[in-house]
């Protein structure tokens, strides 16, 4: 079987180690994506020397490691800059259709829909674009769309220093309508609703606001 060229000698090591280093180097890591994702297309019998396809390999590492899954590096957590809520804002702060894009861990293939965010301040308000970041940040990794949402849910709480706070996800799965059962109208909802958002009258609030 072909060798990736810059790996003839190392790729034994590197296997029998089987790649388990989170922590390479970003420009070896992605090298590494390329030259087993280079494998996997020539198990399927693609021709590697294709103009075309020729490239594939180290553009789909690329984008798995600076943008699908950019999600996985700590060092990209969102800082949350937050304001002293001088104003006395004491009522639910809500941000909905939050663009979420994220991949099935089962089957890495899409997981496209939108989160509905939100919070009751106490003594600090959060600037609103990064409750879309901190859902962004969330998604951007290999998911299942119930901790997705209990991560964004505990993020929330442990920086806007409110128990209050709650998350609805709904979103396609691409695993359920591309293949397996191959239900295209079919969503997901999950959602955490935590602190004041357990109680009923609260929760109903805001899911009138969202439109659910
Ligand atoms: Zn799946």
């Known amino acids: 079987m072909a060798k990736h060229p810059e790996y003839t000698n190392g790729h034994e ?54 943008e699908l899954f950019i999600g996985l590096d700590p060092a990209k957590a969102p800082g949350v800059r937050l304001f002293p809520n001088t104003y006395g804002y004491r009522q639910m702060v809500v941000e909905k259709d939050i663009r979420v894009r994220s991949v099935c861990e089962h089957h890495f293939v899409p997981i496209i829909g939108v989160a509905h965010v939100a919070y009751i ?70 959602y955490a609703f935590r602190g004041a958002f357990e109680a009923a009258e609260t929760k109903d609030t805001f899911l009138r606001l969202v439109g659910l």
Request: glycine share 6%.
């Open 121 to 190: 301040p106490r003594e600090w308000v959060v600037g609103l674009s990064k409750l879309n970041r901190i859902v962004d940040y969330f998604a951007r990794r290999p998911q299942v769309q119930e901790r997705l949402t209990q991560q964004i849910a505990d993020f929330l709480e442990a920086h806007l220093h409110t128990p209050d706070v709650a998350v609805v996800i709904d979103a396609k799965h691409y695993c359920v309508s591309m293949r397996g059962i191959q239900d295209e109208a079919s969503r997901t909802l999950t």
């Open 13 to 66: 090591a590197i296997c029998a180690c089987g790649v388990e280093d989170g922590g390479a180097p970003l420009q070896e890591k992605e090298t590494l994506i390329a030259y087993h994702f280079g494998e996997i297309m020539r198990l399927l019998g693609l021709d590697l020397n294709d103009p075309s396809l020729q490239d594939t390999p180290h553009r789909v590492a690329k984008m798995f490691v600076r």
